[in-house]
């Protein structure tokens, strides 16, 4: 087990590719809490040394999983840091610190102005704890800072519509159900202007 000094200690990953980051907001957990999240893809020598990092502090269920591509195993892992929005009394805990690089010096900047989507380059200070909940334990990486170096921002479904290649800039498929229906053309009018036609290992 982890000595007194050990659990104090930060620890650092990184620069690492985010995946599915929940830092401009929190993520809805199974249990129904909220957290920050944020998981970085590793080889696997890498998520040894950090298996056995999180050893140190217990047994049970660890941050560390395979990575998983449609249902198959890519041979890469998961590692997964987060921080509980409230404290097990209910009280508020402060969002994790982000920082940004300008002007030759690494700045903080708010947690909820930064679009962080996941493919950005990131490095995470965290700290493992253990805990054990109606008999199941495990260790957790508690989440404490993030150091954006590269950001790819989040796009939501809206954000990633695509309008297509149409002249005016509408979708046929909207376009032809907005267009006005045409008049029939009287007899000495052409018709040449017709248009036509997405856990442990």
Known sequence: MATKKEEQKIHVIGPKVASWPWINVPEKQ????SAWTIKVIVEEAEAKK??????????GMLPISKEKVDKKETGKFVIKFKRNCKRKDGGDIMPPSVERFHEG?????PHDKVRLGGGSEVSIAFSPFSWN???????????EKVRVHKLVEFQSKEDAIEWGDCPDGVPFEVAKDIEPKAEEPKAEESKDNDWGEDEDF
Do not use: E, H, I
């Not at 950090?50 to 047994?59: E, I, S, V, W």
């Not at 010096?105 to 900047?109: G, L, R």
């Not at 909940?133 to 989440?143: I, K």
């Open 30 to 33: 199974q249990n129904g809490s």
């Open 50 to 59: 950090f298996r056995a990092l999180a050893r140190k502090y217990g047994d």
């Open 105 to 109: 010096n690494w700045n903080k900047v």
């Open 133 to 143: 909940n109606s008999g199941n334990t495990g260790v957790s990486f508690w989440l």
